[in-house]
T-cell receptor, first 110, second 112 residues
Framework: ETGVTQTPRHLVMGMTNKKSLKCEQH?????MYWYKQSAKKPLELMFV???????ENNSVPSRFSPECPNSSHLFLHLHTLQPEDSALYLC?????????FGSGTRLTVV | KQEVTQIPAALSVPEGENLVLNCSFT??????LQWFRQDPGKGLTSLLL?????REQTSGRLNASLDKSSGRSTLYIAASQPGDSATYLC???????????FGTGTRLTVIP
């Protein structure tokens, strides 16, 4: 484990479902991130939270909704997703310049 | 916008060989560069963080160099092992923001 824990590890959901991804860190980091990794593409930043305030929303569709209740927890709420949203979703945290990533949630939308 | 390129996209070497992975970036105004390793279907593991004031950073068999003026970094792996097989990603931070720009990675296979 890296210190950043993501659950679930795998998720299969239908296009009409609502689900949530969870990320947790107890490293004392003050920033948390959601990244999307699709095949053959660089990691794409989705959202950034600094001290639980959202500082970046990288033009992400509204069917993805982040929530950061405190500096240690980050959620990504999903609803009415499309098959092209199938990807590996990675959570990361940072303090100053060092980043720590979780193991990711492999999401499949059917 | 910063663009990060990694060459080659894939590399296959016999065990024991030394190898070099390349990373280039378009905006040289960076304050650090980070190399990560990713195993299939897994998250990223940080390997080395090299500050803009440094030219090299070493960890075991890994050595990363940084040449800001030319927009390049290399990751040198000595005496490669099958366990080194993974995708290697380099990333640079966005100036004035909490974000990393990633390359598409080099997929390394070390053949026993």
């Amino acid at each position: 484990e890296t210190g950043v824990t993501q659950t679930p590890r795998h998720l299969v959901m239908g296009m009409t479902n609502k689900k949530s991804l969870k990320c947790e860190q107890h490293l004392g980091h003050n920033a948390m991130y959601w990244y999307k990794q699709s095949a053959k593409k660089p990691l794409e930043l989705m959202f950034v939270y600094n001290f639980k305030e959202q500082t970046e929303n990288n033009s992400v569709p509204s069917r993805f909704s982040p929530e950061c209740p405190n500096s240690s927890h980050l959620f990504l709420h999903l609803h009415t997703l499309q098959p092209e949203d199938s990807a590996l979703y990675l959570c990361a945290s940072s303090l100053n310049y060092g980043y720590t990533f979780g193991s990711g949630t492999r999401l499949t939308v059917v | 916008k910063q663009e990060v390129t990694q060459i080659p996209a894939a590399l296959s070497v016999p065990e024991g060989e030394n190898l070099v992975l390349n990373c280039s970036f378009t905006d040289s105004a960076i304050y650090n560069l980070q190399w990560f390793r990713q195993d299939p279907g897994k998250g990223l593991t940080s390997l080395l963080l090299i500050q803009s004031s440094q030219r090299e950073q070493t960890s075991g068999r890994l050595n990363a160099s940084l040449d800001k003026s030319s927009g390049r970094s290399t990751l040198y792996i000595a005496a490669s092992q099958p366990g080194d097989s993974a995708t290697y990603l380099c990333a640079v931070p966005q100036t004035g923001a909490n974000n990393l720009f990633f390359g598409t990675g080099t997929r390394l296979t070390v053949i026993p």
